[in-house]
């Protein structure tokens, strides 16, 4: 008897990422890596150190945007408005549209 053998998934390429019509594009988490990378990472930086740094922030941004949206971390009985989620849908999506990026060797 042989093991069956677990294939992962392809991931899409970025091009084959649709952004939905009337969806807010966010570069919330771009800006705020600009500003962490300005404010704390010396220019000399070798570039795969920053490229590394970078895959930690946007990690850290991903893990509390899936707290925030898949949790109870939320107060109860504070229901969020349509532009409310509008806006988080558009930072997940620019968190997805980034690790894409990754996961095809651009990031």
Request: aromatic share 8%; hydrophobic share 45%.
């Amino acid at each position: 008897m042989s093991a069956k053998v677990f294939k992962m998934p392809e991931m899409p390429k970025m091009n084959d990422v649709p952004v939905p019509t009337g969806m807010l594009v966010s570069k919330v988490m771009a800006k705020a890596w600009e500003e962490i990378k300005a404010a704390n990472i010396p220019p000399e930086t070798h570039p795969d150190l920053v490229k590394t740094y970078k895959r930690f922030f946007y990690c850290g941004a991903r893990a509390v945007m899936h707290d925030l949206v898949y949790s109870d971390a939320l107060d109860e009985g504070m229901e969020p408005t349509a532009d409310d989620l509008q806006k988080v849908d558009a930072i997940l999506h620019e968190l997805n549209q980034f690790f894409c990026e990754v996961a095809a060797g651009r990031q």
